[in-house]
Each structure stands twice: as structure tokens, then as C-alpha cells.
């Protein structure tokens, strides 16, 4: 593929993902089930002019596109396919060649300037995918591979999935909330990243069942996490970074099992729940000892055609050993955004949003501005937080157990924008999101830019 | 004389119209028939019924196809809505699929505007080695039910068949890539015999500025029903060199073969310096 035209590429995968057949799992005992009135008819040349009618039709509106196909030279160009099956390519794909660049910007690395590899598709053997990248700041090589395999072809029912990965990269400290290209841009543009980083080296793996109605995986890690210094703090606009130090992550191996899952609800529309537990302890020689548990539960309520009520709540505890690297956060672009970007963190987190978004056809004006019609819309939202127990950042432990006293929870209310640009997920949304804290504390206004679906809290099956 | 009937019968020759020249059609009034009333006592389909049924038609109409074979044409066409539509791509492919999960395409033709012959293509579709035919009945699946807003719109006395026409529509304001539709449905074997696609959101704003229309067609082969034609046109967002903005991507698919108890030796993986296996059914 020429790189001149990937665009078409682009489009037509769209096209493909629309167009991807796959089958039912059907017995023979569904042709039984399907009653008298399904079986098969006699070809009806009644039925057939009445399809051709509209036939008609359609070969006048496209035209070129509906001509009949010329079949000069086919045949042999068949048997000739049949007969090699490398010489005519149709096997083409297994070791399909990919590269791209490797660019990153954050505090503890700096500039990071590095290249991507792949070869192989998922599909078929596999894909295999390796970087590498230089670090400015601490002048330090940074990189690694990375192995994903499925099995189940596009738009079959189940798949599985196996994604291995292996090398040395800098992590972020809060698991629920990492942003790698918007954190990057903000750092660079105007030293606004906010989040907390650490050193991986080592490798995890994991291995996932998926079907159209729920998720189960169960994935494995051996990585040594150290703490990173700041190296860099200065960006475009030559502002003080707005935060200046890193939050140390506690040395050691982490050995860590993990199980995880993702259910569709059956009785809400657009409804969906995910749960994920990870263990470290001595049983598997680790030098940390917790047990992190995450819930979520989201969906997507349409009402009258007009506006979607889009709830979503999360609920975390982290038993065992305070670790900074697994702890709970609070704070920043997907949570509440008056308070800043994992700022506040502890061994529990709850956080709950209530999202009332409308529908796009209300917002054609933009079509004016040049931004392609129905991709824009608006909201209104609320959401509610609160972080408790021992403080990672050494302060003061937050009063609560299994749930936050009263007084700990945080509010916020506020007004979003919502830019659909339909890539890299036809899904996702930039958000503009403007927040006004609710409370007597003396938090301020916030301003959010985020790349998020708006069920952000839950990852739903996409098929 | 009485004053009112000189007034009524007055008014009666005003209101009547005038003799104008021509035949006069006399009201038949001889020939007089009565129909009784008929009772209907069978409840009517209801949607809910026949979404069910289609749901089983199509999962019937899968599982009756254990192989399948045809020939792919894969067509794009620039300039759609100037003065001069130009063909810009063409690739044709020969397609084997066999349960379970079983794919061999075999590349025929590929023709690109400015190109030479054999030249590897622009536009890669990738085929699934399924035979649920998805972008016909997407909207009719089980599992997608929830998803998406029903209703009748229209029937069709078609020889001694009906043909329902039901509309489909997205549930969900946030969905952009899922399109409305309208889909014919034979309900002699509940199988979805056409489908009009309408996006009313372009599933890629950034590339795409809209989806003006897509046709789904199928066809009989056999005792089955298969695609015919997978049409769409588009517009992009900004003109791209060398392509223009509007164009026209279409699937054909003919030359059915379907049945024919492929062998699995076609589908298995060449050994260096050993022949292909052949088609069991021939080639085209």
C-alpha cells in the first residue's frame, strides 16, 4: 500500500468493519424451530422481477459502480491462482511490514525519540511489534516487544486473545487513568501533565475469552518498579510546569496475577459492568503484598430521541501493603476535574458521573464552522468523589474502611463538548469539559481536553 | 302562486349544472352486489414475532450453507457527483469458504487507474470465512435487538408472498458507526431479501463527510439466499489529490457455487515444491 493513499485505506477498513460477514452459531435444530411458515419456497419469478425492480433503480444512481463485471481472462487467471497459490499473493498478510514513529514528552523523561516495527497480523500468526526509543532526560534506552495473537475471525462470536509483552517502559502511577498522547502534548505545550510516573522492566502477559455479551481474562506480571526523578520542565509556552516533583514508587519486583471481566446487563440498554482483581504477595515471590479490586458499572439510557443519560460509578480498595504504584487516585480529565490529576490518592476510591449528552442533529450549526455536521454535541454533567484511608503522598490518613465518611466526598457540576472525530475509535469523543466545584472547599474551576467514549469507567465489548 | 316553492324550485335550476355538449354517463343502477362480512379471528403477526422469526430465518438460512463459492469484484469510482465519474480501482477475487472457519481467496484481477496490471491494490477487503452475510442482518441478530428501534413500515402483495418492510433505527445518540435502515423482508422464509443503509452521521467526520446512500442487495442461488451487491457512495471531508471528493464503492458478488463439498486440501497451507489441490467443484 502505497503510503499516498492510506487514507483510502483508512476508510475502506471502516467500510470493511461494516461490511465483515460472520456466522451464527446455528444447528441444524433452528431449521426445525423456525415454524410452518419458514420453509423453503420455490425460486419465484414474481419475487425476483419485483427485487429487480429496485435493482433498476439502484444500477441508474451508482452508475459505473454497478456495471456487470467483465470476465475476459478470468478463468485462467484462476487456474493459475489455484495452481500458485504464493505466486498469485492471496496469502498475503502473514508477515505484513508496519513502522511508524515512537514520540513521547513527559517530565521524568523529556523528549523520548524512538521508532516502532511490527510485522505479522493479529489473525493470522500473530503480530509481532518492537521499539525502541531514547530517553533525553535521563539519557537512557528505553523499549521492548510486544506479542498479540487472536483466534475467531472478524465478527465471529468468541475470540481469544493472548498479548505478551516484554522490555523496559515508563508506567504511570495511577492504573485506572493513564493517558499517554494528550498527557505527552500537554506536557510539551504547556507543562500541564499532571500524572505520576515510574520505571517497568520486565514483562506481563495475559490471555482473554471474549464474546458479544461478556469478557473473562487472566494475565500474569514479573517487572521491577522504581522511581523516577524529574528531569525536564520546560515546554512551549515557557510556563512552570504545574507539577514539579514525582511521586516515588516504592522499589521492588512486582509479581502480580490478575483476573478480569466485562459483562453486558441484561435488563439496560447499553448497559455494562466490569470488575478486575491483582494479587502480589510472597506465595509468588513478590516483594509487595496487596490485593487491588476495581468495579465499575455504566450505561447508556436514550431518551425520546433527544438526549442519552449516561451513568457510570467505580468502586476500588486496595487491601494489604500501601504501594504507592497500586494505590487509588482521584483526580483529572476521567474523574473530577476540579481537583488535580491524581493529586488526592488512598486505599479506597469511589467516583460516580452522571453524563446528559444530546443529540447531535441539535448542534448542525457547526456544519457553518466547517466541522463536518453531526459530529459535534453537547453536554451536562455531574459527578461525585471520594478517596479514603492511608495517603501514598505521606499525608494524613482520610477516615474510612469500605466507604468514605460523608464529609470526604467532593462534587462538581459542568458543561461539555463533545468533538467526534471518528478515529482512532469511531467511538470516541475529544471532550471539552468545564467544571464548577460544589462544596466549601477551595478547589477551583477546572478545564478539562480529553480523548475518552463517554462510558469511559467501563471498557464495552465492541463487535 | 305560493311564493316558497317558486323560490325552491328556483334555486334547485340554478344549482344545477348546465347541459354541456358530449355522451352523458347514465348511474348503473341494476347490477348490485353484497360481500358478507368475514370475521377474522387470527391474531396478526406481531413486529416483536417477526423480528424473532427473522432472527431464525437468517440463523436457517447460515446453517444450510456448509460451503460456499463466488467471485468478488471490488470497485471504487472517483469522481461520482463531477461531469466525468472515473473508474479508480478494480480487483477481482475468487472466494472459497468451508465450515467451520475455512477462507481462500484467490486474486484474479487488480486494475488501478494509473497502474500497471497486477499491481498490488489500493483498497484490501478483507473476507470473512463466515457465512452470516453481517452487514445484511446486523440489525437482526439476537444480540443486537436492544440495540435498535423497529417498526413496520409497509407490505407487499408479491405473487402469493409478503414482503414486509421494516425500518431500523439506532438506539443510542452516541453511536455513529451503527446506520438506519429500511430492509425488505420475504416472509416466506423470513430471509432479508434488500437492504437500504442510511448514516446520519458520518462514522468518520475527520475523513468522511457523509454516507449519502448504501444498497444492500441479495440474490438467489439455489435454494438459498446469498449477496448480490454491496453499494455505497460517499463524500469526503476535504478533497484528496488525484481522487476528488465523492466516490462509489461497490462489492459485486457472482458465479455461485454453493454445496459442493469443497475439499479441505484447498484450503491447506502450500508446501514448497508441491502442487496446489484443485478446486473439487472446477474453477469458476
Known sequence: ?463 | MPIAPVLMLAATIAAAPSPTPGPTLAIEDTMQTEVPEVLVRAPRVTLDEILDRVARGEARRESLITDQTFTATVRVVRNVKGDRPELFEESVWRIYRKRPNRLRTVPLRRWSAGKKQGAKAEVDVEFSPGMGERVVNFAFRPNARRGYRYRIVGRDLVGDRVIYRIAFETRSLLDSVSPSGLVWIDTNEFVIVREELEFRRSPVPVLLKGIDRMVVERQRAGEHWVLKRVMMRGEMTLPIPKFGKSFDFAIHYDDYELNRGLSDALFAKPRRGAPAAPAKSGGR
Open chain 1, 1 to 463: 500500500m502505497t503510503r499516498r493513499l492510506d487514507w483510502v485505506l483508512v476508510v475502506f477498513a471502516i467500510a470493511g468493519a461494516i461490511l465483515a460477514t460472520a456466522p451464527v452459531s446455528a444447528s441444524s435444530s433452528v431449521a426445525r424451530d423456525l415454524g410452518p411458515m419458514a420453509q423453503a419456497s420455490p425460486p419465484d419469478t414474481t419475487l425476483d422481477d419485483f427485487l429487480e425492480d429496485y435493482a433498476d433503480s439502484t444500477e441508474r444512481y451508482f452508475g459505473m459502480a454497478a456495471a456487470p463485471l467483465d470476465t475476459a481472462g478470468l478463468d485462467s487467471a484462476l487456474a493459475f491462482g489455484l495452481a500458485h497459490p504464493d505466486a498469485a499473493g492471496d496469502r498475503s498478510g502473514r508477515f505484513a511490514l508496519g513502522f511508524g514513529p515512537w514520540l513521547a514528552f513527559n517530565r521524568v523523561d523529556g523528549p523520548l525519540y524512538g521508532a516502532t516495527a511490527k510485522v505479522g497480523q493479529p489473525r493470522l500468526l500473530g503480530e509481532l511489534q518492537g521499539r525502541l526509543g531514547y530517553a533525553v532526560g535521563p539519557n537512557d534506552w528505553m523499549g521492548g516487544g510486544e506479542y498479540t495473537k487472536l483466534w475467531g475471525f472478524r465478527g465471529s462470536d468468541a475470540t481469544w486473545l493472548f498479548n505478551a509483552s516484554a522490555g523496559r517502559f515508563t508506567g504511570v502511577m495511577d492504573r485506572d487513568r493513564a493517558d499517554r498522547i494528550w498527557a505527552s502534548l500537554r506536557a510539551f505545550v504547556a507543562g500541564t501533565d499532571n500524572q505520576r510516573y515510574l520505571r517497568r522492566d520486565g514483562f506481563w502477559a495475559r490471555l482473554e475469552y471474549e464474546t458479544s455479551w461478556w469478557r473473562l481474562g487472566t494475565g500474569y506480571r514479573d517487572e521491577l518498579e522504581s522511581p523516577l526523578e524529574v528531569t525536564t520542565t520546560w515546554n512551549l509556552r515557557k510556563k512552570a510546569p504545574s507539577v514539579v516533583d514525582n511521586l516515588p514508587a516504592a522499589l521492588g519486583r512486582a509479581r502480580e496475577a490478575m483476573w478480569y471481566g466485562t459483562v453486558r446487563l441484561p435488563l439496560i440498554h447499553g448497559g455494562w459492568a466490569t470488575a478486575e482483581h491483582r494479587s502480589s504477595g510472597s506465595a509468588i515471590n513478590s516483594d509487595f503484598d496487596y490485593r487491588r479490586t476495581r468495579a465499575a458499572v455504566g450505561a447508556e439510557v436514550p431518551i425520546a430521541g433527544v438526549v442519552s443519560l449516561v451513568p457510570q460509578f467505580e468502586y476500588g480498595r486496595l487491601g494489604g501493603e500501601l504501594v504507592p504504584q497500586a494505590a487509588f487516585y482521584l483526580g483529572g480529565s476521567r474523574s473530577l476535574q476540579t481537583v488535580e490529576s491524581s493529586s488526592r490518592g488512598g486505599t479506597g476510591e469511589a467516583f460516580g458521573r452522571l453524563d446528559l449528552i444530546g443529540a447531535p442533529e441539535l448542534f448542525r450549526f457547526t456544519n457553518v464552522l466547517g466541522i463536518p455536521p453531526n459530529s459535534v454535541q453537547a453536554g451536562l454533567f455531574g459527578a461525585l468523589g471520594a478517596i479514603w484511608g492511608p495517603d501514598p503522598y505521606g499525608g494524613p490518613t482520610i477516615p474510612g474502611v469500605d466507604w468514605p465518611e460523608r464529609e470526604g466526598w467532593l462534587g462538581e457540576v459542568g458543561i461539555s463538548i463533545l468533538l467526534r472525530p471518528g478515529l482512532p475509535d469511531p467511538a470516541g469523543f475529544i471532550h471539552f469539559d468545564w467544571a464548577w466545584p460544589i462544596g466549601p472547599d477551595a478547589r477551583e474551576r477546572g478545564f478539562s481536553v480529553y480523548y475518552a467514549r463517554p462510558l469511559f469507567l467501563v471498557r464495552p465489548i465492541v463487535r
